[in-house]
């Protein structure tokens, strides 16, 4: 078995998929783990992106089904997190409305620079005299997102829902105990091609399918740029196509760096 195979098989990408398949496949799970788990129903951040989006559409038809179905109500949360002023947060609110979401906004401003400014204090007792990196302060954001989530999804009995899947499992690329750290993660066997070809099949606005991808934890940020390795050729590999031999060991350079966010916690 080849490297890729194996990365495939471990993630469990298909090489090609039918949406509505997918998108009935993926309800049922979300419908049967909160029966499950007792609870009231769903929390998604909604970022703008179609990542997200395509979430909070799973989500919704889950919960409306188990309405219909149990005689009580289920509920899914939307909740947009921006980071003071937000550039893209009309397309959160595009989301919304194409579901039909109650939703609740948290800015989170205060919290991080409260959170950054301690750290920064510890650094310079420690004798060095500097403001965070950009990509320390990103991570606070993620993180502290997630606290808020967790916050609203305790008072209110639901299931907290990531939008992580293949195309970022095989990099890496989101926050350890960030936006990695959910109960449920109904797109983690696509890639980002597959991302958006259910974002097609739910009605996801165009604009939000079409936009660079970001993790907009800082200003100008895009994925592929902070990555070196566009999402076709990322999604070619994890479709078992053939791909630019430096993309591939790229790839398997981000998998392999990575696989301490993917794996249990050690212990002894």
């Not at 510890?122 to 403001?131: E, F, I, T, V």
């Not at 950009?134 to 609203?152: F, P, S």
């Not at 970022?168 to 750290?181: P, Q």
């Not at 890639?191 to 259910?198: E, G, S």
């Amino acid at each position: 078995m080849s490297k890729q195979e194996e990365i495939i098989a471990a993630l469990g990408v298909k090489p090609a998929i039918d949406a509505e398949a997918e998108v009935r496949k993926r309800v049922d799970f979300l419908k049967a783990y909160i029966v499950e788990s007792g609870t009231k129903g769903l929390l998604i951040a909604i970022s703008g992106g179609v990542d997200s989006a395509v979430a909070a559409g799973l989500c919704k038809r889950a919960t409306d089904e188990l309405t219909a179905e149990q005689g009580r109500e289920y509920m899914t949360l939307g909740v947009f997190q921006p980071y003071g002023e937000q550039e893209d947060i009309v397309h959160s609110y595009a989301v919304a409305q194409t579901f039909g979401l109650k939703t609740v906004e948290t800015n989170i401003e205060d919290a991080v620079d409260e959170i950054a400014l301690e750290t920064e204090y510890a650094l310079k007792a420690m004798g060095q005299h500097r403001h965070m990196t950009h990509q320390g302060k990103g991570n606070i954001k993620a993180r502290t997102r997630m606290v808020i989530q967790y916050a609203l999804s305790f008072e209110n009995n639901l299931l907290v829902v990531g939008t992580d899947h293949a195309s970022e499992a095989i990099t890496g690329f989101y926050t350890k105990w960030g936006d990695g750290a959910v109960d449920i993660a109904p797109l983690s066997s696509l890639n980002k091609r597959q991302v958006r070809q259910l974002a097609s099949y739910l009605g996801v606005p165009a604009e939000i399918i079409e936009k660079a991808p970001t993790a907009g934890l800082w200003a100008g940020q895009t994925d592929e740029a902070e990555l070196g390795i566009t999402y076709e050729d990322n999604s070619d590999y994890l479709e078992g196509m053939p791909v630019r031999p430096e993309a591939a060991e790229l790839l398997e350079k981000f998998y392999r760096r990575t696989a301490h966010k993917r794996g249990v916690i050690p212990g002894i």
